[in-house]
């Protein structure tokens, strides 16, 4: 696509962000429905300086990564309310009157992830993590009717949590006792460079028909290739990255997302 001054810009604000597929994901949307938008990476290490510059610039929307999720809320002048259940946003949309609209698209991807493979009403599920990722995910799942256990590596982060969705934890070494329908990695355990640790001992997978892994570099983390060797049903992080994106895409654009072109841009990039 030729960038013309009449071009719509779409981006996403972090620190870091030179490593993010999003630019290649929604890019590739934009061209697939001939759409003449462009979507970059804004490095941005002050939330609140960063959204007035796009605001004065005309920016059309915006994802947020870490570490502005939280932050961000101070600075939209409206909210989804699933958004400010969870107590962040990673999803901005300007209107027409500049005013900025909040979301979280975050558990929409787990969500929908999730539903390729399992039915979430009535389900329970055993989340790992008490972090922001982790705190969307509960909620979505809680959403969609599922039935949730948390278990962390820090016993007050998870108790805390805990106490906001109003569910059960454990500790990590109870997890051997636990059978669920699904389990969930919502931790950084298993990325790039400690790619070879997993949370969960392997002789405990057989417990979870379904385990998913939000960490999608490497794809198929330890924690997948443990629980494939166990039987179990695996989804990859992309599925989740892919879906909470695809949620954006629709929000900025009011059309149906090209889903199929933007997975194999994300495939291609992951995998060359």
Known sequence: MQIKGSTEVYGIIGNPVAHSLSPIMHNSGFEALGLNKVYVAFPATNAEKAIAG???LGVHGLSVTIPHKEKILAFVDSIDPMAEKIGAVNTLVFQEDKKI???NTD???ANRALAEKLELRDKRILLLGAGGSARAIGFGLLEAGARLILASRTESKVKALAEKLKCEWIHLDEIETVEADGLINATSVGMKPI??????????????????????????TRLL??????GCEIINGLSMLLYQGVAQFEAWTG???PVEVMH?????????
């Open 54 to 56: 796009c605001r004065a």
């Open 101 to 103: 609209h909040g979301l």
């Open 107 to 109: 558990w929409i991807g």
């Open 195 to 220: 790619e070879n640790a997993s949370l969960v001992q392997a002789n405990s997978l057989k417990n979870f028909p379904i385990v998913m892994d939000i960490v999608y570099a490497p794809l198929e």
């Open 225 to 230: 290739r443990e629980a494939k060797s166990a």
């Open 255 to 257: 059309q149906d997302a």
């Open 264 to 272: 194999a841009a994300l495939m291609k990039a992951i995998t060359k």
